[in-house]
């Protein structure tokens, strides 16, 4: 039997020439709090790519996108770390715009919010994005769902990967070259789909948003074995957590980046212990949460995972 303190903390001594890995790897020898939760993430994130038999999901919340994470994402897709990709429209909204061309901003949190408003500007915390993108969205879009054949119905996803397919970069265009499925239950909570309610005032095509659910839940019957890398919380958190609730299986990988408390109850602060109770997460699955900003955690992660796949 393991006594309590026959692990003993060591001191982490940052070296020059350190490389990411070897950085991550030294915080878990030191293994206290989020550090050691980071690296504890990273074991388990090169498990799960490693896994031949894992399906691998991918949950995008949060403003990612605006804060440069979106390049991230594509890059995971195109390298096949990802095989279903569950997002915020938000996510994908700022993903497209950035593919047309336009640009976010570095602003600064700590200015006069009014006089940005004057001046059709646009502000995500410390990111700016003038109103003028939008401008170029909607013509954008506009253009691109007076494609869809009149009086058609299509999924979601489908509707995304159609918007891809027009794209010439970004998350959605990278999804669609690769036939990766993109879902985003909750469409309607963007500019995605405030202009979609748009076209539809003249034109007559039917999204059916249940249309996704039987080659999820297919998808979900069928899995070896499934890991979830959740950036956040929200909608996409649970979309994928709950999609094995009606099968025998759950989640055999789950990593966390939140920085959300867990304690006021809300979903995207919830422990993955807790989803563990609902069966989302299997009784042994290898699990951790890592408190902290995801656009310091999520880069550093996917550093250090990748860099011990490209040295084997």
Not at 78 to 91: E, M
Not at 107 to 115: L, R, V, W
Not at 131 to 158: D, K, R, Y
Request: charged share 20%.
């Amino acid at each position: 039997m393991t006594h309590p303190c026959d692990e003993p903390v060591t001191q982490l001594h940052v070296k020059p020439g350190m490389t990411v890995n070897e950085l991550v790897r030294a915080m878990g020898e030191a293994g206290a709090y989020n550090g050691g939760s980071l690296s504890r993430a990273a074991d388990i994130y090169e498990q799960m790519l490693r896994n031949p038999e894992t399906t691998k999901f991918f949950g995008l919340a949060g403003a990612m996108v605006p804060a440069g994470m979106g390049g991230i994402v594509s890059d995971l897709i195109r390298s096949k770390h990802i095989d279903v990709l569950v997002s915020t429209g938000a996510n994908l909204t700022h993903d497209i715009i950035e593919a047309i061309g336009c640009r976010h901003f570095h602003g600064t949190a700590f200015c006069n919010d009014i006089e940005l408003r004057h001046d059709e500007i646009n502000r995500i915390y410390d990111v700016y994005l003038p109103n003028e993108a939008f401008e170029h969205f909607e013509e954008f879009m506009q253009g691109v769902f007076g494609e869809l054949e009149p009086g058609s119905t299509i999924s979601i996803s489908g509707l995304l990967k159609h918007i891809g397919n027009n794209a010439k970069s970004g998350i959605l265009h990278t999804a669609a070259r690769n036939n990766i499925p993109v879902y985003c239950p909750a469409v309607q909570d963007s500019m995605i789909g405030l202009q979609y309610w748009l076209f539809s005032q003249t034109n007559k095509v039917t999204v059916d948003a249940f249309a996704d659910m039987p080659a999820l839940m297919d998808l979900c019957f069928t899995v070896k074995k499934a890991g979830a890398m959740l950036v956040g919380g929200g909608v996409p958190k649970n979309f994928i957590l709950q999609s094995m609730l009606m099968t025998p299986n759950g989640f055999s990988y789950a990593i966390q980046l939140t920085g959300d408390r867990p304690d006021l109850g809300g979903l995207s602060g919830a422990t993955l212990d807790e989803a563990r109770s609902w069966g989302k997460i299997t009784e042994e699955a290898q699990a951790v949460t890592v408190y902290g900003d995801a656009t310091i955690t999520l880069p550093v992660l996917v550093a250090a995972v990748m860099e011990r796949l490209h040295h084997g």
